[in-house]
């Protein structure tokens, strides 16, 4: 038995009703056996001492295979995004791109101490890609439900262009490598845009992922048209909300909306960073718990912001409060709080994470029985120390480079503030896609090619 032992640390277990305290985490074959305090075992020693124990961050929206394109849309809008990334660099990947933006990116992700990631992968032109992202994610090690997308991608196979060819791409992985779900990478469904495929395009994909037992996200209310579209409405008149989907961004969604969806077991994930930066309007952070709806957050595109799951979930909280305070001192009085709390978003992270991807059996929090997802915050840092609340701690305070352990199904992926895996081999394999992408989209007109494409927007 393969038994590693947390000790010394002050564990937030994020389990209802418990609070932070004093002790250790005892890990056998990769599942969580005890969280008591002076526990002793014959097993592999991390040393806690001064720091915070958690269990892992969800990512609940990244589209992980953008690495190598990392910074590309910092300045831009929402539709230089569609424009530079979704119409011409993913029209030029090649499954080797794939791969190694699939594997840099889930790097980035645990290094942050992200131990799961809902990976929205809609770059898929040819089933070789869809299968060489799935490589790149599991040579990482990381805990990911891989969405293959369903959206078309400029120069696809022609077998993929329509929903019969991608539901038959979904189906061979459910069969065959992604076939388990409780394996460390299992199957999902990035739902087709609304707006670009209309609703019975969108019926047949869902109804293809149920019959598959597949759960399936899709993006939603984050995009002002000239002649709006309220995806949830349509959504709700054609009878598919449902307790299986992962709701994106929902910038444009009032509270009783939000209330729909809490009410049909739907979720939310929201993109903070992301939603600011594109001008995709205002998080809806704040609007999901007021609707009594679970929070999650998504870093979404490294294109534009950093993939870093604690900027999000500290965003979304400040912007949360600054709003808030805002709308009272407009009626002339001054806040006498400031919520949503460290803890909500704490929660909102892990095992709400957990919740939204129908993982909070297995992962989101530290109880025995439960996958050894767990991470390692140096509590003692210049930045941390001294620690008075771990929860503000951790959300107010702490950044990936304060990750010292991060343990994923009961292995280590970094140990000490450094990756096990061989990031500078990684490197060198991005660098060269990063040369191949960018020399094939300058033939091309480059990113952001002129005069603009018509959008509908």
């Known amino acids: 038995m393969e038994r590693l032992l947390i000790k010394g640390g002050t564990v937030a277990t994020m389990e209802p009703g418990d609070r932070p305290r004093p002790a250790d985490v005892l890990v056998e074959d990769g599942v969580i056996a005890a969280v008591e305090p002076a526990l002793t075992a014959d097993a592999e020693v991390v040393d806690a001492d001064g720091c915070i124990v958690l269990p892992g961050l969800v990512d609940t929206h990244r589209h992980v295979w953008q690495a190598g394109l990392r910074g590309l849309t910092a300045d831009a809008v929402l539709k230089d995004y569609f ?9 030029l990947y090649r499954p080797e791109d794939i791969e190694v933006g699939n594997l840099a990116g889930m790097l980035e992700a645990i290094d942050a101490g992200v131990t799961t990631v ?7 032109s040819t089933p070789d890609h869809a299968d060489a992202a799935i490589d790149g994610t599991l040579e990482s090690g990381i805990r990911s439900q891989f969405a293959v997308g369903f959206s078309d991608v400029p120069g696809q196979d022609e077998a993929l262009s329509s929903a019969e060819g991608r539901l038959a791409l979904a189906r061979r992985l459910r ?8 394996a460390l990478v299992t199957l999902g469904i990035a739902l087709s845009d609304l707006p670009e495929v209309g609703i019975e395009r969108i019926r047949e994909e869902l109804t293809g992922a149920r019959r598959l037992g597949l759960r399936s996200t899709t993006n939603g209310l984050a995009i002002l048209f000239h002649d709006p579209v309220d995806d949830l409405a349509v959504f709700d008149e054609a009878g598919l909300l449902g307790p299986d989907l992962v709701w994106v961004h929902l910038n444009y969604a009032t509270t009783e909306q939000l209330r729909r969806v809490a009410d049909t077991g739907g979720a939310v994930a929201t993109c903070t960073e992301a939603e600011m930066a594109m001008g995709m309007g205002r998080p809806a952070t704040e609007r999901v718990l007021e609707a009594g709806g679970h929070c999650t957050f998504g870093c979404d595109v490294t294109t534009s912001v950093s993939g870093n799951l604690l900027q999000q979930a500290r965003t979304a909280m400040q912007v949360a409060r600054l709003l808030g305070a805002d709308e009272r001192m407009a009626g002339g009085r001054a806040p006498e709080s400031v919520p949503p709390s ?19 059996d297995r992962i989101g929090s530290l109880r025995p029985g439960k996958q050894a997802d767990v991470i390692v915050v140096r509590g003692d840092a210049v930045n941390t120390a001294a620690v008075h609340d771990p929860y503000a701690t951790v959300i107010s305070q702490a950044h990936p480079g304060n990750i010292d352990t991060v343990v994923i199904a009961g292995r280590i992926r970094k140990r000490g503030g450094v990756l096990t895996a061989d990031w500078e081999s990684v490197r060198r394999r991005l660098e060269k896609s990063k040369e191949y992408i960018a020399a094939a ?3 091309r007109g480059g990113f952001f ?9």
Not at 118 to 124: C, G, K, N, V
Not at 175 to 182: N, P, Q, T, V
Not at 449 to 457: A, F
């Open 83 to 91: 424009r530079g990334i979704r119409f011409q660099a993913s029209a």
């Open 118 to 124: 809902l990976d929205f992968s809609h770059a898929i």
């Open 175 to 182: 069969e065959g490598r992604l076939s388990a779900d409780d």
């Open 342 to 360: 460290c803890e909500t978003m704490l929660k909102a992270a892990t095992v709400w994470g957990a919740e939204a991807l129908g993982q909070a």
């Open 441 to 443: 989209v300058a033939e």
């Open 449 to 457: 090619p002129r005069p603009p494409l018509d959008l509908p927007w």
